[in-house]
């Protein structure tokens, strides 16, 4: 049996199946605001918020809700678009989407909702609402115009219960234990415990945020009958800065790499900017992302970039472009996981990180790609890293141009020699998100753009 807070009160559940998501229980008890649109996490429409830390307490944090299993709602604190209006008075963002003619068909609305309520309400927002905030959500209707007017429309929230509730701590992680109708869930306390269900249990799932399983688990029916929830666990969501490098746990959400990193380059800005939507973020962790050794997972190309690291469990440390080995396929032996990513500090002054999509915000890349040239005193390139998504069945480094243009002049006679080499080097797939031959010019392009890019800051 699992208990957790749902909108105010205390609520239980038990004999569901293991596949079941928060979106399943809400909409199964009454709660329909929030629906399916995607089973996927790309249209918002399911957007409920959870009850989060936060150093001045607590903090609103909207997520998907097709994306969690109902087993990992246990011990936190759920709000649906149901509880925001008190007395048959309307919050702030639902009177705003009324006041701007921000709904048509309703659909996606109560996402749209949850999303600005989450925003509104953030400690530490500083001013007028960040529309970015939104980019989660997809309306087919409004054309997003009245939709951006109700979000500039609010301002400071008004001093009511749910403020009041931010200045309480967040509901504490606890372990759990789940019988399911067709397998187990458990949530272990600590690193130790984790690894001990792991070893005893060979064919467990281990699963950080879920963003990417729970997606498998909808639309192509996979069941897990044995999973390991080791989303935030204390051991994996350490942020360190040493001084030679950055120290990321496994466990720490992209929205927290934001939060925590300070003084990140502006190339992790741009990256997690792209990177899928904020409520993807919310729940995405920087150690699930590699781990699933997607080839067109945003964060390989950058961290291949910045001669990242990988330490497992197993106390092994491996360079990144050593851990991705086919697709889908990691070193990580039976039994290891991902503990921390050691970024080197720092950066590159001339990293940058590129992404194209079908969307700018909330898509999937169909090539990504990160690069960095450092120059000698003579002007000459001294060291290149160009790393890409989406042009083979692993993230990768194009070893062979980098070296092609090691000791040469960056110039375009330079990117032209490098982009030859992509050419020959690169056997690229096609899907419905792009030709092998399009992947391939994107490769090429990106690079150009790239050296463009350099020398215009050179001349600035």
């Not at 609520?11 to 995607?38: I, M, W």
């Not at 701007?100 to 909702?113: A, D, I, K, L, R």
């Not at 963003?211 to 994996?236: H, K």
Request: charged share 20%; proline share 5%; hydrophobic share 45%.
């Amino acid at each position: 049996m699992i208990r957790f807070r749902l909108n105010g009160a205390q609520v239980e559940s038990d004999g569901f199946p293991l596949s079941t998501t928060l979106l399943d229980y809400v909409r199964a008890v009454g709660l329909t605001g929030a629906k399916e649109g995607c089973a996927e996490g790309e249209c918002g429409a399911c957007t409920v918020v959870m009850a989060g830390a936060h150093e001045c307490g607590s903090q609103y944090v909207p997520v998907n809700s097709c994306l969690i299993p109902l087993a990992a709602a246990a011990g936190h604190e759920v709000y649906t678009v149901e509880a925001l209006a008190a007395g048959g008075q309307l919050c702030g963002a639902q009177q705003a989407m009324v006041s701007e003619g921000g709904s048509q068909c309703g659909s996606c609305t109560p996402g749209f909702v949850m999303s600005l309520f989450a925003e509104q309400y953030r400690p530490d927002r500083r001013g007028r609402i960040e529309v970015e905030s939104l980019s989660g959500n997809l309306c087919r209707c409004t054309g997003y115009r009245p939709i951006r007017d109700a979000a500039l429309s609010l301002r400071e929230p008004p001093q009511d219960a749910f403020r009041a509730r931010l200045n309480r701590a967040a509901p504490a992680r606890t372990a759990v234990h789940v019988k399911c109708r067709d397998g187990e869930y458990h949530r272990p306390d600590s690193l130790e415990e984790c690894l001990d269900l792991i070893a005893r249990n060979p064919g467990a799932q281990v699963m950080a945020g879920g963003t990417d399983l729970m997606v498998e688990c909808n639309l192509r029916a996979r069941r897990f009958p044995f999973v390991v929830g080791i989303d935030g666990m204390p051991e994996l969501g350490v942020f360190r800065e040493t001084g030679q490098s950055v120290m990321i746990g496994a466990g720490v959400t992209l929205s927290q790499i934001g939060a925590l990193w300070r003084d990140a380059p502006a190339a992790v800005r741009d990256w997690l900017r792209l990177f899928a939507s904020p409520l993807i973020r919310n729940r995405a962790t920087l150690g699930g992302n590699l781990a699933t050794a997607s080839p067109i997972g945003d964060a390989a190309p950058l961290l291949l970039a910045m001669n990242a690291a990988v330490h497992t469990s197993a106390g092994r440390v491996m360079a990144l472009s050593e851990f991705f080995r086919s697709y889908r396929v990691t070193a990580l032996e039976a039994g290891e996981i991902v503990v921390w990513i050691e970024i080197p500090t720092p950066a590159a002054r001339s990293l940058r990180f590129y992404k194209v999509a079908k969307r700018r915000s909330d898509d999937i890349s169909t090539v990504a790609a990160a690069f960095a040239v450092e120059l000698g005193r003579d002007l000459r390139i001294e060291s290149a890293r160009f790393a890409y998504g989406g042009v083979a069945a692993t993230p990768v480094r194009t070893l062979d141009a980098e070296d092609a243009v090691l000791g040469r002049p960056w110039n375009r006679e330079t990117v032209r020699r490098a982009q030859d080499v992509i050419a020959r080097t690169l056997k690229p797939i096609s899907d419905h998100r792009g030709s092998a031959a399009y992947r391939l010019a994107l490769a090429q392009s990106l690079l150009e753009k790239y050296w463009v890019a350099a020398v215009h800051e050179e001349a600035a």
